[in-house]
């Protein structure tokens, strides 16, 4: 439909259709005046036609779930008009240009933001790029225009060109990032910006608490805001409830825009959400202001945003927008709408087209005319030809980039640098590992006071005035006991009961600058989590060519020989993230190693997994005195525990001590066992590995871990692969059987391998 047509139908509907009253507006969150300022009576007409309001066809949105609207403000001025109206029309512009592209197999991908051009604009417009903070997600091309993201780096996206701002080639396009604007890399799957958008403006509440944060913290500013979109698919994610919920509770700084299409590709919102409109189901958060506009009106989203952005800039608390907006394009290029949306709904969408009708308001308005709008039109036409053009004159990244910021390029925790192992010099008491991880925390935090903890039960007591009448709970297992006492409530504190808040919000904090130092009670019920860990956590730097990082440590008890900790207290499942690039995996087996890796786990700069086992937790022989505060172990550094010449072995966590047992007993057989303690799993110490394997040439890998497709299956491998020559027999695994682990003691013994199992394994090998 042309312009000349949508100024028809708006005359013809504002000459056709009663006008509310101003209380009567207010009523259903519509802001006063007079209708030909905004696009709403458009909707109306074509309700009627199209029998919106029928659950494939919902109606606008009623009103907000706190107060009326305040007084619609008055019209913007024009050049603020023609500003939003050249970006809009930029946005939909680029989005042909790359279907254009696409047809031509000149790009490889293409979602488009057609449809959502109003209220992202508007968005734009209240917000301040490189001030406040931005998660969009993919539709949200209108908005990062706004602020500042030119045609030529979207198109760059398309392409996958090395000068590329958002990803540099390594994302598809529409997976937006800018540095220089605060637009945090932003992944494919659906939602998981929410909560790291909630840690983000955590970050700037936490900074309001504690005064000498503000200089350390990535751009603090009182009043600063972060914005976070989703789709209404998004919304039936547990994330997305996650997310409102420590928002609220906190009285967070953060912006919510739900872009509500109708659609989750193929599933429309009322398959998605009971009774097909989820801010009514979320209109009883506390603090939290809800508004709900017609987000293919800019005017009307202009003033709705208006009041979202300045709420939470008063500290009030979150605001949540839900625009009804359209889509009138295909979910992506690979979807094709046709299969599931009948024409005429297709046309109804068509006609709420938000680019069209603004350009028609403006003509009636008398901002412009139908030949200054053509010639706007024009130029933006050109600029977005010679930026594609631009764009496909760029080179893409060399292929020897491919394993450049798997981790950081600027601080190495493998080097001499964090080497103090062999200078220590140890005093006073032994202590447990729980003893000694909780002094290296201490000591840790005292020497950076960007460091907070947090996580479910590790702080001494969440209500405040009872910490001086009970002895406090520190931590399931009393690892971070008294960090509260002595730190306070805003730097050690309780998280609710959800991993993946635990890890998203560490996420957005890490990003603007303090230091997380989370646990995950046990290592059973990590995999809430696992979304913002492997496609998140890990992968921030590497997706956003170095623009982005998230230096941060997930504690985590992990392991069995519990004596009734049985399938869920006593899983060891290590291989599932020691896969994933970009994640450093620790896993001392005493208390020293357990001090010295924590401190250069916390002092590097990638996201670590340190893996504390329950059974080491409290264990005699793995004591040791205290090593001073700057003691560290570089990883991938390998420890000799016992020297031997016939059979090595190479294990980690409990295995060390049963190891350990089981070389004893076979030197009184007269076989000399080597045992090499990697300590740290990613990376581990491969020289160390080739080192004893030629020394003895038989070698054994144990492990806690399943048989099948565990850990030990890939240094087994290694050995195999690149050690064969070396080798006088097999390379022997010792492992857990391939199930889970059993509540009773005596099936929990068959199940986990023990130093009988290892003292058999080196019989065998020294036979063979």
């Known amino acids: 439909m042309n312009d000349t047509k949508v100024l028809k ?57 706190r107060a009326p609207a305040p007084a619609r403000h008055e019209l913007p001025d024009s050049k603020l008009l ?78 996958g060109a090395e000068a590329d701002p958002n990803s540099h080639g390594r994302q598809m396009p529409s997976h937006w990032g800018h540095k220089k604007l605060n637009i945090v890399s932003q992944s494919s799957p659906t939602g998981t910006q929410l909560l790291q958008a909630v840690g983000c403006a955590e970050a700037t509440y936490r900074s309001t608490l504690i005064k000498e944060l503000q200089k350390r913290v990535s751009s603090f500013h009182d009043d600063e805001v972060t914005y976070v979109s989703l789709g209404d698919g998004t919304s039936s994610q547990g994330e997305f409830w996650e997310a409102l919920n420590t928002a609220s509770n906190l009285k ?75 889509r009138p394009y295909s979910h992506s290029l690979s979807d094709d709408e046709k299969l599931y949306r009948p024409d005429e709904e297709r046309a109804s969408d068509a006609e709420r087209d938000p680019v069209k009708r603004f350009g028609t308001l403006l003509i009636e308005e008398g901002v412009i005319d139908q030949d200054g709008l053509q010639k706007i039109k024009s130029e933006i036409d050109a600029l977005v030809n010679d930026a594609a053009d631009k764009a496909l004159a760029s080179p893409q990244p060399a292929p020897e980039t491919a394993t450049n910021y798997i981790f950081s390029p600027d601080v190495d925790p493998t080097s001499k640098e964090f080497d103090t192992e062999d200078a220590v010099q140890l005093s006073g008491n032994a202590g447990t590992m729980v003893d000694l991880i909780n002094r290296c925390l201490d000591t840790e935090m005292a020497r950076d006071r960007r460091i907070v903890m947090f ?17 406090g709970k520190g931590g399931v297992f009393k690892v971070t006991a008294n960090l509260q006492r002595k730190y306070g409530s805003d730097r050690v504190f309780n998280s609710p009961l959800a991993e993946a808040n635990i890890v998203g919000r560490a996420i957005g904090m890490a990003t603007r600058g303090l230091k997380p130092v989370v646990e995950i ?52 499942g290590v291989s599932t993230f020691t896969q994933i690039p970009g994640l450093r995996v620790v ?8 001090n010295g890796l924590l401190r250069t786990s916390i002092r590097c700069d990638d996201p670590v997994l340190f893996l504390e086992h329950k059974h080491l937790y409290r264990q005699a022989y ?33 295995l060390v001590q049963r190891s350990s047992v089981a070389a004893k007993q076979m030197e009184q057989e007269g076989v000399s066992v080597e045992i090499i303690d990697l300590r740290s799993l990613v990376p581990y110490d491969w020289n160390a590995i080739v080192e004893t394997v030629k020394k003895t040439s038989r070698v054994i890998v144990a492990h806690e871990d399943s048989l099948s497709f565990g850990y030990g299956a890939e240094i087994a491998a290694r050995i195999s692969d690149e050690l064969f020559e070396y080798l006088d027999a097999p390379v022997k695994r010792v492992c857990a059987l391939d199930t889970f682990v059993a509540y009773a003691p005596q099936v929990e013994e068959a199940i986990l391998p023990q130093a009988s199992d290892v ?10």
């Open 252 to 326: 967070l700084p953060v912006v919510f825009l739900l872009e509500d299409n109708g659609y989750a590709i193929s599933v429309p919102v009322e398959v998605q959400t009971a009774g097909g409109d989820v801010s009514k189901l979320v209109e009883n958060f506390p603090s939290l202001y809800l508004q709900r506009c017609d987000g293919t009106d800019p005017i009307e989203s202009l003033e709705t945003m208006r009041r979202a952005v300045d709420y939470c800039r008063q500290r009030k608390g979150p605001a949540l927008v839900h625009a009804k907006v359209i």
């Open 9 to 65: 139908l708006v005359r013809k509907t504002e000459s056709a259709t009663e006008t509310e009253t101003p209380e009567q507006e207010a009523e259903m969150g519509m802001a006063p005046g007079p209708t030909s300022i905004g696009l709403a009576t458009v909707n109306k007409e074509q309700e009627q036609k199209t029998g919106a309001g029928s659950p494939l066809h919902p109606a606008p949105a009623p009103g907000p779930a």
């Open 455 to 471: 996580g479910e039960d590790v702080a001494d007591c969440s209500r405040e005035q009872y910490l001086e009448s009970v002895k």
């Open 759 to 768: 003292a058999k394994a080196i019989a065998e090998l020294k036979a063979y």
């Open 82 to 159: 023609l500003e939003m109206y050249r970006t809009m029309y930029t946005s939909r512009r680029i989005d042909d240009k790359e279907i254009q592209l696409k047809g031509q197999n000149k790009i490889f991908f293409q979602i488009s933001g057609a449809g959502h051009e109003a209220v992202l604009v508007a968005a734009g417009v209240v917000l301040k790029p490189g001030y406040d903070w931005f998660y969009p997600y993919y539709r949200d091309r209108a908005l990062c225009l706004q602020l500042g993201m030119t045609p030529l780096e979207m198109l760059l996206s398309a392409v």
């Open 521 to 572: 009670q046990f290592f059973d019920y990590i995999w809430p989590a696992m979304h913002q860990i492997r496609n998140e956590l890990a992968l921030l730097r590497w997706r956003s060519g170095n623009e982005w990082k998230a230096p941060m440590v997930m504690r985590v008890p992990i392991g069995g020989y519990l004596k009734g900790g049985a399938v869920y207290h006593s899983q060891s």
């Open 587 to 594: 896993y001392p087996s005493n208390a020293l190693d357990a």
């Open 622 to 654: 793995n004591k040791s005195q205290y090593p001073g505060d700057e003691f560290m172990i570089p990883l991938g550094k390998a420890k000799k525990v016992r020297e031997g010449t016939d059979v090595s072995i190479v294990t980690y966590g409990a």
